[in-house]
């Protein structure tokens, strides 16, 4: 019912910047809440930032300062701008949408865009 497409990934030198995109389509009227997680091999995948309906956002703290993410209900599309990255940024990068559908609750999940950062 609710799909998502993430685009913007790639090499950068530390310090570098990238922008990711999140695309839904679907029942994005439905969408209460998108959020950006990530996962590198080994490790357990993790939240780095969620934008609600409102516009309220929560960042992990390991990117507080460096990441922003924003909203365009217009173009249902959400962004993570990734500034000053680090090597231990790198993994690959999740949309994760919250939809509530009449009383019932769901996730949605993109197929991921890697994101590797060099030192």
């Known amino acids: 019912q609710v799909q998502l497409v993430e685009s913007g990934g790639g090499l950068v030198q530390a310090g570098g910047s990238l922008r990711l995109s999140c695309a839904a389509s679907g029942r994005t009227l439905s969408i209460n809440a998108i959020g950006w997680y990530r996962q590198a091999p080994g490790k357990q995948r993790e939240l780095v930032a969620v934008i609600g309906s409102g516009g309220s956002t929560n960042y992990a703290d390991s990117v507080k300062g460096r990441f922003t993410i924003s909203r365009d209900n217009v173009k249902n599309t959400v962004y993570l701008q990734m500034n000053s990255l680090k090597p231990e940024d790198t993994a690959v990068y999740y949309c994760?949408?919250?939809?509530?559908?009449?009383?019932?609750?769901?996730?949605?999940w993109g197929q991921g865009t890697q994101v590797t950062v060099s030192s």
């Open positions: 994760n949408a919250e939809v509530v559908i009449a009383t019932e609750g769901y996730e949605y």
